[in-house]
């Protein structure tokens, strides 16, 4: 997969650049095209039957195209934007890393938290086996045969074995949960750019389909512009 900020990059090139660019613009000028020509033709049938309702229904419809004109207008501003927007604006924490864009911040973030967590999983694990290796270490003492068999530290190892155990399943979740986090971030960012947030601007032209191809355009804006921020 691209870097992700590349793709988001990538969208604003226009047409005549990269084909997730062209399947922007391809997917809501069909949609748009075939809606216009679909109101057009009811439009002539309400005024050759003089069908007052068909009329009005065209006249709802155009405002609803309106809308999606709208909507692709701002969505098309937004990614735009967010292209070349730095958390380090906002965010001091990010201030010595000029040129890095939002979507590999977000990305990165991930990155070193898993790699964080991975790490202290390999201590957590190394403090388990010389643990256990105390607490079963047996010291033999007996000479002529009577004498002494003991494991003086399994008392004290005990404990310790099992606090190292909760925090290893502790972090075990923790890493998983991060994971998820950035396999869901990329899978957003790279399929609603690609695939969903065309699909939810043809869907949205249509009055069958207007609820949901409304539904995934929210869903693409919570990804695209809200998500980044919230782990920022």
């Known amino acids: 997969m691209a870097n992700l900020q590349d793709l988001v990059v990538s ?11 062209q399947s922007w613009f391809a997917a809501a000028g069909v949609a748009l095209v075939a809606s216009i020509t679909i109101l057009a033709f009811i439009y002539i049938l309400g005024n050759f039957f003089k069908n007052q309702n068909l009329t009005n229904y065209v006249k709802f419809e155009i405002y609803e195209l309106l809308v999606t004109i709208f909507l692709v207008l701002v969505l098309g501003v937004l990614i735009n934007e967010m292209a070349t927007f730095t958390p380090g604006t906002i965010f001091p924490s990010y201030s010595n890393q000029q040129g890095v864009g939002l979507y590999k911040a977000t990305e990165d973030y991930f990155l070193v938290v898993g ?26 003492a007996r000479p002529m045969g009577v004498g002494l068999v003991a494991t003086p530290f ?13 925090s ?6 923790g890493y998983l949960v991060n994971q998820a986090q950035l396999f869901v971030f990329q899978f957003a960012v790279y399929g609603f750019l690609k695939f ?23 869903i693409a804006c919570g990804f695209l512009f809200f998500f980044p921020f919230l782990i920022l």
């Open 168 to 173: 290893l399943s502790t972090l075990a979740i």
């Open 196 to 218: 969903y947030l065309p699909i939810g601007i043809f869907l949205r032209c249509f009055l069958p389909t207007r609820r949901l191809g409304g539904t995934i355009i929210a």
């Open 154 to 166: 399994a008392g004290l190892a005990s404990p310790i074995k099992q606090l190292l155990y909760n």
């Open 115 to 140: 790699k964080i967590v991975s790490g202290i999983m390999d201590t957590n694990y190394a403090a388990n086996i010389i643990v256990d290796h105390a607490a079963s270490t047996t010291p033999y």
């Open 11 to 21: 969208v604003t090139q226009g047409a005549g650049g990269d084909p997730i660019a």
